[in-house]
């Protein structure tokens, strides 16, 4: 449980380096999905692959994961259980 | 004041009134003489009309209006005419409607088989579940090549243009989704919008379409509202657009701007002067290829808008097609904000997939590499498709005659892409923000960059890619 808030404070903090400017992650539900909120572009997508891909060895191809699923705060913490 | 005024769809007095049965009227009645001005058929206010009366049953409202527009399309092809049909019942081309009555119905059974095949993807044999649409893509570009030998197959390959990123997008979800419980109305509406479009499918498919549809009241009156701001705005823009081509071409093709080709600059267009054998000053060119980029986005922005516009009026209330993208500080930015629809295709039929099987590369060429797959091979395949004859004819060399240029236009904006992305990814490392004036610089280099690469992009009769590069030459002074 500790282990897993770890995983999304460094998630969150992540996610505001890749921020659009102006965009704040203060009231993103987990859920909501970033790239229609505006938060991040589609094309930032891959910046959360390589982020889960390199922190948590998560294997895309492998699970068969769509970029489009990893759009989510919800959706980017299942990856990366994947990877673990 | 202002604010309030172009944000009047966000004004909860009035979001409470647009959900009343009178709001709803004058909604639908707004949209009737919106969709008049910008030149719309009846078809798709009554779709709207519909609808309003019936949002639960949208997608099979939407789907019978995509039955109405592919009979209106074919017969438009075999220049039939219901009027005459009436009028005149004894003296019609038999023929001719039997041949329309075959090819409406070929149409939606084509449709209708790709979708039952479609729905059953998950179950498919696992080459082709791991690549659906790829599997699907080779099957329709087998069906050209087949197809261009008979003349009947030959004209629903003139459908594939139109249908294949469509049919990509619903393929896509089958595999990502179970096919139960999914009727075919829940996807034919968008395989053959009402809403219009080009060969781009705006609004995507039903996987992003249903996470924009508005499920209750207030949030379709929400959706109602935006779609006529976009209507307004599209018709703003279309008018500055006729003004433009009137003051700047001396083009006055509409009454509107009639009589003001008077005062016209009388320049050519970028085609033209690129085209031309006596090549124009150095200020001429310059300001040629900016006004070039201007007018693009003004045309795609009207013409998108509409789209949207319509797509918000049924209840989906989803991204606008162009959104300022003359403001963009960055290349990349410009390319998410220009034609958004078209970008997202590439994104997601080139971009993940090529990002997703690289993971063996270094970060930069793994970048590279997907950038490329997306706005340079995506790009061209997406174009040399548009004109599947030339594929159906194997015609290498016409295709090559015809695509040369806009091969260099890919490469380079892919080129800026990856550069952009780069510069994006190391902007937001150090975190540093910037000043107005800074800003206000990177907004004219992005207008340059764009404004030069059109140079290839843009149709120009006769020229050839030396003519194009003479002409970068003209703007270098020499």
Known sequence: MA????????????LGSIARPGQS????????????????DSLSVIQI????????????????????????IQGMLQAAGHGQ | MIRSLSQFHEQPRLLVLAESAPGQTVIWLMALILLRLHEVTLLMPLAIAAVMLQPARRRLILSIAAVAVVAEHYLSRQRLSIADLVSAPTGVDVSAWLRFGVLLTGSILLMYGIFLIARRAHAWPLLLRSQPVLALHVVLLLGLAVGGLWPLFAIFGELVPWLIWRLSYMVKFFAQNNGRGQKFSDHLFYLWPVFGGSRTPYGKGLDYLGRYEAKDRASIARAQLAGLKLLMLALAWSWLLQLFDALVYGSAETTLVQGLERWSLGWSRLGGMIGAET???????????????????????AG??????????????VFRNTYKPLLADSVLEFWNRYYYYFKE????????????????????????????AAAGFGNMYYHVLGGPQLIMSGDLVGLWHAWNSRLIYCLLLATGIWVSMLRQQSRRTSGASIGRLIRCRRIGAVW?????????????AGADPAARFNFYLRLAGF
């Open chain 2, 279 to 301: 090549g124009p000053g150095l200020l001429e060119a310059w300001l040629g290829i900016y006004l070039e980029l201007f007018r693009s986005v003004l045309y795609l922005a």
């Open chain 2, 304 to 317: 998108g808008h509409v789209v949207v516009g319509c797509l918000r009026l049924v209840g989906f209330n």
């Open chain 1, 49 to 72: 692959i390589l982020y889960l891909e390199t922190t948590h060895g998560v294997n895309f191809r492998a699970l068969g994961v769509d970029p489009a699923e990893v759009v989510s």
């Open chain 2, 448 to 460: 340059t960059f764009y404004a030069l690469i059109h140079v290839w992009n843009v149709q120009a």
């Open chain 2, 345 to 372: 295709l590439l994104v997601e039929f080139f971009f993940y997939p090529t990002y997703l099987r690289t993971s063996w590369a270094a970060p930069r060429l793994r970048l590279f590499l997907a950038v490329f």
């Open chain 1, 3 to 14: 282990s897993r808030q770890a995983d999304r404070d460094a998630l969150i903090e992540f």
């Open chain 1, 25 to 40: 992650l203060e009231d993103v539900g987990d859920q909501d999905n970033l790239v229609d909120s505006g938060i991040i």
